[in-house]
């Protein structure tokens, strides 16, 4: 009997002490570099699964981190599920109350590291608002050019063309925005529609929602709506109630000053006029696949009677991805204004102008 129970306690001790040895031993997680070292050629990330998965981090905002992968395209993932990141390329860490570090940003468990040409800086992974890849001037711009045309000939001759071009300065604590729209149409070379629109913003972000708009401007000309030139300045708050990788919906409001010349006017009446108004505004963004996008842009001047009383600009449509950067964007515009100054031979143009536009276009 004692020598049947020595027998079973070598066994269950031989059976039970590599189980207990291979448990207190922690599995070795691979490592893309050397601990202490930075990617080369790739930026990195380690996934909940301890999956490394290799390609491009294009953004962290608003806790989605944004990453480009060649063999399964762009993806994102919540920033508290990344366990660890390596950026081989500069980066702009953005914070809540201090200024941005740059350099290769190093991020594992609670801890993250930027290296750059001041040295090295640690401090808590929680304090991290945003990531931006670049520094130079043009790795932070972003633009797009859109054409449209139609060209008829035969009884009629006529011909379309509209054309958009924008670009695109975001920051860590900024964003500078420049668009422009025309269109003209001729029948039989003589023009029926011919507006022109460009604006320029700056925003100034004074937390990761609330933003001030510092400067914004915009000049219009349609001389069928009888504006030769019509000029405006603004400023004001505003607020960011969404941002998310897939949706993103911002308003603002505050004073302008707008100054309108006139193609033609009545006799004794003045050719120009100014005044101040009240602007307000409000952009949606929102991406209802990877490759379709839906935009809904307005903007509004209340005003005195000699601007038009209120004017506005519509913009809404979609941007459907095609190949590579190439695009189509299908797009409706709504302009109005409250009250139009008669011409000078005593009609009056109409209050709304409406335009459906097919366009391809290269965004960058």
């Not at 740059?102 to 304090?127: C, H, M, N, Q």
């Not at 409001?253 to 009545?266: D, H, I, K, N, R």
């Not at 100014?274 to 005003?303: K, P, S, W």
């Amino acid at each position: 009997m004692r020598r049947l129970t020595i027998l079973f306690l070598m066994s269950f001790s031989a059976a039970v002490c590599p189980l207990l040895a291979s448990a207190q031993e922690q599995p070795e997680v691979w490592q893309p570099v050397a601990p202490e070292g930075s990617p080369k050629d790739f930026d990195w990330i380690r996934l909940p699964s301890d999956e490394w998965l290799k390609g491009e981090i294009i953004s962290m905002y608003d806790d989605e981190l944004e990453f480009d992968s060649d063999e399964l395209d762009e993806l994102t993932f919540d920033w508290d599920d990344i366990k660890e990141m390596r950026s081989s390329r500069v980066v702009q860490v953005g914070f809540e109350d201090k200024e941005p570090a740059v350099g290769y940003l190093i991020v594992k468990g609670d801890t993250a590291r930027v290296i750059g040409e001041a040295g090295e800086i640690e401090f808590p992974r929680s304090e991290i608002l945003t990531v931006i890849v670049g520094t130079k001037m043009l790795s932070l711009w972003s633009g797009y050019a859109n054409v449209g045309g139609n060209i008829r000939s035969g009884n009629t001759d006529q011909i379309d063309y509209t054309a958009r071009l924008g670009l695109a300065r975001r920051s860590v604590k900024s964003r500078v925005e420049f668009n422009y729209l025309g269109n003209i149409t001729t029948i039989d070379d003589v023009d029926t529609s011919n507006n022109h629109r460009a604006t320029l913003g700056w925003d100034y972000y004074l937390s990761q929602r609330l933003f001030v708009r510092v400067i914004g401007g915009e000049w219009y000309r349609d001389e069928f709506q009888n504006i030769r030139n019509r000029w405006t300045l603004s400023a004001g708050l505003g607020y960011e109630f969404i941002d998310t990788s897939r949706t993103s919906w911002s308003v603002h409001a505050g004073p302008a000053w707008q100054s309108t010349e006139f193609v033609s006017v009545g006799e004794g009446e003045n050719d120009t006029t100014d005044g101040f108004a009240l602007n307000v505004g409000t952009r949606l963004d929102h991406d209802f696949t990877d490759d379709i996008e839906y935009y809904f842009d307005y903007n509004a001047f209340f005003t005195g009677e000699a601007n038009g009383t209120y004017n506005h600009h519509l913009d809404t449509g979609l941007d459907i991805d095609l190949i590579g950067n190439l695009d189509v964007n299908i797009s409706w515009i709504w302009d109005r204004i409250q009250d139009p100054r008669p011409l000078e031979n005593g009609t009056t143009p109409k209050q709304d102008d409406y335009r459906l536009i097919f366009g391809l276009g290269w965004d960058f």
